[in-house]
């Protein structure tokens, strides 16, 4: 049988607020109590594992499901994981570019971040010079809701999304070979897609969440420890202005730079190898990002919303990057390893509310045994789920399935969903 690794991917917005599967806390409070309904459908489980689509165009990426987009070398024990494709570039020499794949596409994060191990291999150098040119080298230590962390450098470099034109960005190299120590501060490191102590599982992340910047205002104002600058092998928190911090490429387009949209197939309770879908750019931009039949849950200045789930006011995100929904409910018991394993699907509900409390909407999901699922030859769940922190709801990978979700971007107008950040779906 398979372990299934538990790996939630939703990235802290500040270090002093830290939230998510796994790690991290969150408001509210009160008890947690399960119910159970006769069938998948009642459960909001529908779909054969395909999606119509936006069609070929500039603007849309293929998202896989632990598919072609994956590589299988990192996708060992890695359910529900969704993989793109990205192009980056030298800024100094737009001709010096690769294409990586396995990069797990996250609504929960903001800014990519590649791994040297995967970004150098087709000789493509990108270095700290490209953002600080003769200053101190400025890294990162962004740290994760299950408490590991990702520690690089932050270089400036051409990204290209789909069919997009490039756009000139600050990313994070993570886990560089050579470099200065890394500061006790930042716990847990990853240190290499498929190597180390502490296995990633991809070659990076795309965060296409709904802020632009990973910390923003935050470590403008004061030296949190999630950026450094270092020199001579010593490392000291610094602060970071916006236009120096990884931030998500998406806002940075030329049209389609209000939002996303992701849009993949519903997945049957015994669960699919893999799907595709796709990541829509923009929205209301194009004639295949107009929206319609859509109720817009509006977010606060982190990017968060509350759900309602058994009486409890909960905080929670919209989070692609977690493999399963994250949540606490210690009436159902769960694997070593933290996933819910309930010894028969349970059928529960929770109400998703805008920022302010409204509007509000109640969805369904199922919890399935964990064992059961990860034992199968299956890959990809809309029933998988673990026990998460208190007082937050992530609405990981599952949530998706079966839905045509809009993540809108923080600022940003243009489409009959208002200026985001919110959610639609």
């Given amino acids: 049988m398979r372990s299934g690794r538990l790996l939630p991917v939703l990235l802290c917005l500040c270090l002093s607020c830290c939230s998510g599967g796994g790690g991290g806390g969150g408001g509210g409070s009160g008890t947690y109590a399960s119910n ?31 598919g072609s987009e994956c590589d299988p070398a990192n996708s060992v024990d890695y359910p529900d994981k969704p993989c793109v494709s990205v192009k980056v570039c030298d800024p100094n020499n737009p001709l010096s570019c690769q294409t990586v794949n396995d990069i797990l596409l996250d ?8 791994f040297y191990s995967a970004l150098n291999v087709g000789g493509l150098v990108l270095t700290p010079e490209t953002l600080t040119p003769g200053g101190p080298d400025l890294y990162e230590c962004l740290t994760y809701g299950d408490n590991t962390s990702d ?25 560089p070979p050579l470099g200065p120590t890394i500061p ?9 897609p498929a190597t180390g102590l502490v296995p990633a599982g991809y070659n990076g992340v795309l965060g296409v969440g709904p802020l632009v910047y990973d910390c923003g205002s935050v470590c403008v104002n004061r030296p949190v420890g999630q950026y450094y600058t270092c020199s001579s092998g010593t490392c000291s928190r610094t602060t970071a ?36 879908g796709f990541l829509v750019l923009g929205i209301g931009t194009q004639p295949n990002n107009t929206p319609s039949g859509v109720t817009v849950y509006g977010m606060d200045q982190n990017g968060e919303f509350p759900t309602s789930f058994s009486d409890a006011s909960l905080t929670s995100v919209a989070d692609t990057g977690t493999n399963g929904f994250a949540f606490p409910d210690p009436s159902l018991p769960t694997t070593p390893e933290g996933w819910f394993d309930p ?7 929770a109400t998703i509310m805008g920022a302010s409390g409204a509007p509000s909407g109640p969805v369904a999901f199922q919890i399935s045994n964990a064992q059961s699922l990860l ?39 243009g489409s009959s969903l208002g200026t985001g950040p919110f959610l639609a779906y």
């Fill in 36 to 66: 159970t309904a006769a069938s998948s459908a009642a459960c909001g489980i529908v779909g054969n594992g395909t999606v119509t689509g936006p069609g070929a165009a500039a603007n849309v990426l293929l998202v896989t499901v632990n």
């Fill in 107 to 114: 609504t929960g994060s903001f800014g990519l971040r590649i």
């Fill in 151 to 175: 520690w690089g450098y932050v270089a400036l470099a051409n990204v290209r999304l789909g069919g997009e034109q490039p756009v000139s960005v600050p990313i994070e190299v993570i886990d």
């Fill in 184 to 192: 006790r501060s930042c716990t847990s490191p990853h240190t290499g």
């Fill in 241 to 276: 202005p916006l236009a120096d911090q990884v931030q998500n490429p998406v806002a940075s387009l030329p049209a389609d730079n209000n939002g996303v949209i992701v849009e993949l197939p519903g997945v049957p309770a015994a669960g699919l190898p893999s799907v595709d």
């Fill in 343 to 349: 010894s028969s699907p349970v059928c529960l509900s």
């Fill in 375 to 413: 034992a199968s030859s299956n890959n990809v769940f809309s029933t998988l789920g673990a026990y998460g922190s208190f007082g937050f709801f992530d609405w990981g990978l599952p949530f998706f399935l079966g839905r045509t979700v809009y993540v809108g971007i923080s600022g940003k107008g």
